[in-house]
T-cell receptor, first 122, second 110 residues
Framework: ETGVTQTPRHLVMGMTNKKSLKCEQH?????MYWYKQSAKKPLELMFV???????ENNSVPSRFSPECPNSSHLFLHLHTLQPEDSALYLC?????????????????????FGAGSRLTVL | DQQVKQNSPSLSVQEGRISILNCDYT??????FLWYKKYPAEGPTFLIS?????DKNEDGRFTVFLNKSAKHLSLHIVPSQPGDSAVYFC?????????FGTGTSLTVIP
């Protein structure tokens, strides 16, 4: 299998449940991301892992807990979520890390996305 | 504060004509500007990018224009085809930080 694979594609959970979203990339990339897409809002960056270390955590509530056991796998553990957490959760990976500076020498840091996990919290 | 704005949520264009999608931003420190395309039930896929030191980049039917003084990015698709119907997101990045617009839904009418 190639690209970025996310499972499950759809998840319905109650507010007291504990579940996990899984992401796997087969591209040899060294950075992985979790994004949240809510209706009519821009994609919101949640977490970034570079070489299996978390480098970004954009004030995400603690009910979301990421895990990156190796450079190919990324998890998002969910517990005691709220209905407003219902959204499409997108995983992405990229080869580039760090700042590139202006110019073409290193090229754009391109994200490759998975198809997403549609989460509904009842 | 939203750093990247796509003010047109939707656009309809006749097949064969030009589609122009627009994006405005506020941060002058971005290194690269990108366009992504998203079909229903799929993740966004990378389409084309442009460096901050250029003002135009062309790839087949797709051309991206960057006007740094106006902080404006646009994507031209010509000629438009029905298969281009999708949601288009502009994105801007520096290092690992990416900022996305809300998307413009393009419909190309056969």
């Amino acid at each position: 299998e190639t690209g970025v694979t996310q499972t499950p594609r759809h998840l319905v959970m109650g507010m007291t449940n504990k579940k996990s979203l899984k992401c796997e990339q087969h591209l040899g990339h060294n950075a992985m991301y979790w994004y949240k897409q809510s209706a009519k809002k821009p994609l919101e960056l949640m977490f970034v892992y570079s070489l299996e270390e978390r480098v970004e955590n954009n004030s995400v509530p603690s009910r979301f807990s990421p895990e990156c056991p190796n450079s190919s796998h990324l998890f998002l553990h969910l517990h005691t979520l709220q209905p407003e957490d219902s959204a499409l959760y997108l995983c992405a990976s990229s080869q580039g890390v760090g700042t590139s500076g202006s110019g073409d020498l290193r090229g754009a840091n391109v994200l490759t996305f998975g198809a997403g996990s549609r989460l509904t919290v009842l | 504060d939203q750093q990247v704005k796509q003010n047109s949520p939707s656009l309809s264009v006749q097949e064969g004509r030009i589609s122009i999608l627009n994006c405005d931003y506020t941060n002058s420190m971005f290194d690269y500007f990108l366009w992504y395309k998203k079909y229903p039930a799929e993740g966004p896929t990378f389409l084309i990018s442009i460096s901050s030191i250029k003002d135009k980049n062309e790839d087949g039917r797709f051309t991206v224009f960057l006007n740094k003084s106006a902080k404006h990015l646009s994507l031209h698709i010509v000629p438009s085809q029905p298969g281009d119907s999708a949601v288009y997101f502009c994105a801007m990045n520096t290092g690992n930080q990416f900022y996305f617009g809300t998307g413009t839904s393009l419909t190309v009418i056969p």
